[in-house]
């Protein structure tokens, strides 16, 4: 049986490639953790003329291989001569998140000798940066719980995945927090209707009825959601015929709790009416929010 899929995970230490390779293996992926470079030709020259039953093969390769990791330029090419069909996924985080992570769980960073993180943490991403930019799939963990990233490596990866149907993540942000590092299109309606300076409306989000219809309370506001309802139909059909199965729209306003919130979810029910695999995340609603929303 031919292998018909093979990834390579990698990425920064903390960011959740553990997590990831757990659930690829729950998804029934044959999986080695910490392999060498240096053995993924053969490894996979092996699996593509085994007769066995597995089919799905990941690969962890990180810069806990030492030395050997130095090889992994070599060893895609060579890959490429054998000319066998690789995916690589890359999973980072920001600085803040992978510090916090290596506090809690009390480990130290593969590269430290000394107990520092910060300063090794941005030394493995100059060290990852080359292999950043060859990675098929980049997935930023930062504001992601398990669940998340799970869920995420199932739509990406799953059985039940139809590749030939674009999945869509319609994502609402604040600003302030930071624009989502994964994401594909960005929007900003901080020109809409701002609900925060309505005493009523401010503790609310965009998931309730009452700051829906002030958002969209002015002609401006109708025009620019018809307008990002026609980009996004002009655009999803470009993509799919590109062969790309996944993609994420950000909305943002200041503060991600109302504007964002309102226009994600109404680009996300159109997305639906229209057939397309969507989903919505709102990644900010649960923060306590200050001034200007």
């Avoid at 292998?3 to 390779?21: D, M, N």
């Avoid at 053995?39 to 039953?53: G, N, T, V, W």
């Avoid at 000394?114 to 997935?139: C, M």
């Avoid at 506001?221 to 980009?231: E, M, P, R, T, Y």
Wanted: proline content about 4%; aromatic content about 8%.
């Amino acid at each position: 049986m031919a292998v018909q899929s093979f990834i390579i995970v990698t990425g920064l230490s903390g960011a959740g490639k553990t997590q990831a390779v757990r659930s690829l293996e729950d998804m029934g992926y044959f999986c080695v953790d910490n392999i060498p470079p240096a053995l993924i030709p053969k490894f996979a020259e092996l699996c593509y003329q085994s007769k066995s039953d597995i089919n799905k093969v990941a690969l962890v390769v990180d810069i806990r291989g030492g030395e050997f990791f130095d090889s992994l330029s070599e060893v895609l090419s060579e890959l490429d001569r054998m000319g066998t069909r690789y995916h690589i996924l890359f999973l980072e985080a920001s600085e803040e998140t992978l510090i916090r992570r290596f506090k809690e769980s009390r480990r130290s960073h593969p590269l430290s000798h000394d107990g520092e993180v910060l300063q090794w943490v941005r030394e493995e991403r100059t060290i990852l940066e080359e292999l950043r930019g060859s990675a098929h799939k980049i997935i930023d963990t930062s504001d992601m719980s398990p669940t998340q990233l799970k869920e995420e490596i199932n739509n990406l990866y799953g059985d039940s995945a139809d590749t030939s149907r674009l999945r869509i993540t319609v994502v609402s942000f604040g600003y302030k927090y930071g624009i989502p590092m994964d994401s594909d299109l960005i929007f900003d309606v901080r020109f809409l209707p701002n609900p925060h300076y309505d005493p009523a409306l401010r503790p609310l989000t965009g998931n309730h009825p009452e700051v829906q219809n002030f958002v969209l309370s002015t002609p401006n506001a109708v025009s620019f959601l018809d307008k990002l309802f026609d980009i996004t139909e002009f655009l999803l059909p470009q993509y799919v015929k590109e062969g790309k199965n996944t993609l994420m729209i950000a909305i943002g306003c200041t503060g991600g709790m109302h504007r964002s919130v309102t226009v994600a979810n109404k680009l996300t029910e159109h997305l639906k009416s229209k057939n397309y695999r969507a989903k919505v995340r709102h990644r900010d609603t649960g923060r306590i929010t200050g001034s200007g929303e």
